[in-house]
């Protein structure tokens, strides 16, 4: 209705899992989860390239993990930000050839990569792309395309992020394998909070459903990698809220992409016990101390150099310096 009704307001105070869609709304999901299955069946090896930042690296963990679960060998491969670039770029590609998966799940990543999926397609590769971003005219040529942002998706909710595209491919699989719905999905429900939060999509729709049950997830059961890190952040259980999220625990994955490699931060979301996970979710912590620090040099030349400049009647400001760190450019310009 009009968003007043008592439906609407009940969907939006008590999310439920029945309000989730149908996956299979979504364009492509029959040919993904048919392909994504077909893996499953055979025991093929699946590559996922997934971007570095938080949505990126938690939906390479969730189907790393998920796929893990059901015994589908994978390799993961996330780019550098400094030496990789952003996405699935040529770069990417390479990363890609050095692995074996016949079968390629792009996350985060790949909706406008039309000529380097063309590549992988070219050389015998299987892609599926998930992906949340706006889409080019072109889509690229592939088994599979998930993004509720293409023109040509009825999904009745176009606001998920690529962790929660993710999740219904998931929901989908669980569908397809005939297995007892929940035993895929509910343990992947911490990592979709965890990209969801991070990614500063809008919590309404599908996604309170999703963030409802995720942070429940995250508070009383997390994987052995997030507990770390709520640990090391020393968030505490009440604070794990969307905001708890975005303040506590995003920046400290996203430093791994900043400071150095965002493949920390996935293998601390798959790291098995706590003698593995302790010491990644404290070079996580080390690595945001650092960018914390990098950030207020940064910020504080810049803004000496953007007074300079405007004292002398600069209009425009175009500030640079070899010696700042591309991790944190970004930060300091906003």
């Not at 003698?275 to 914390?292: S, T, V």
């Amino acid at each position: 209705g009009d968003g007043t009704d008592e439906s609407a307001i009940d969907r939006f105070l008590n999310p439920r899992f029945e309000y989730l869609h149908d996956p299979y709304l979504m364009n492509g999901m029959h040919d993904a989860v048919t392909r994504l299955a077909q893996a499953v069946y055979e025991g093929e090896t699946v590559t996922i390239f997934g971007d570095y930042d938080v949505d990126g690296t938690s939906s390479t963990a969730l189907l790393v993990s998920t796929l893990s679960a059901l015994g589908v060998p994978t390799e993961w491969r996330i780019p550098n930000r400094e030496t990789d670039g952003y996405g699935l770029s040529d770069r990417g590609v390479e990363l890609v050839q050095e692995t074996s998966g016949k079968l390629v799940i792009t996350v985060d990543c790949g909706v406008t990569s039309i000529d380097q999926i063309a590549v992988l397609t070219g050389i015998g590769r299987d892609v599926i792309v998930l992906d949340h971003h706006e889409t080019a005219d072109r889509l690229p040529d592939a088994v599979a395309v998930l993004d509720p942002k293409r023109r040509d998706c009825a999904y009745p909710f176009d606001g998920l992020a690529a962790v929660g595209v993710t999740f219904k491919l998931v929901q989908a699989l669980e569908d397809v394998l005939g297995i007892t719905p929940g035993t895929l999905t509910l343990p992947a429900l911490d990592l979709v909070a965890l990209g969801t939060a991070a990614d500063i999509v809008p919590i309404v729709d599908e996604n309170r459903v999703l963030m409802r049950a995720g942070l429940r997830r995250l508070s009383q059961n997390p994987r052995v990698g997030l507990a770390a890190l709520i640990n090391v952040a020393k968030i505490g259980r009440r604070g794990i809220t969307t905001s708890g999220i975005v303040f506590g625990l995003a920046p400290r994955i996203n430093a791994a992409g900043r400071m150095g490699s965002a493949s920390t931060a996935v293998r601390l979301l798959l790291a098995s016990d706590d003698a593995e996970a302790f010491p990644l979710a404290q070079q996580l912590a080390d690595a945001n101390r650092i960018r914390q620090t990098e950030d207020r040099a940064t910020l504080e030349a810049a803004v000496a150099e953007a007074e300079e400049q405007v004292n002398h009647g600069a209009r425009a400001l175009v500030l640079a310096d070899a010696s700042w760190h591309p991790g944190v450019v970004g930060i300091v310009a906003a």
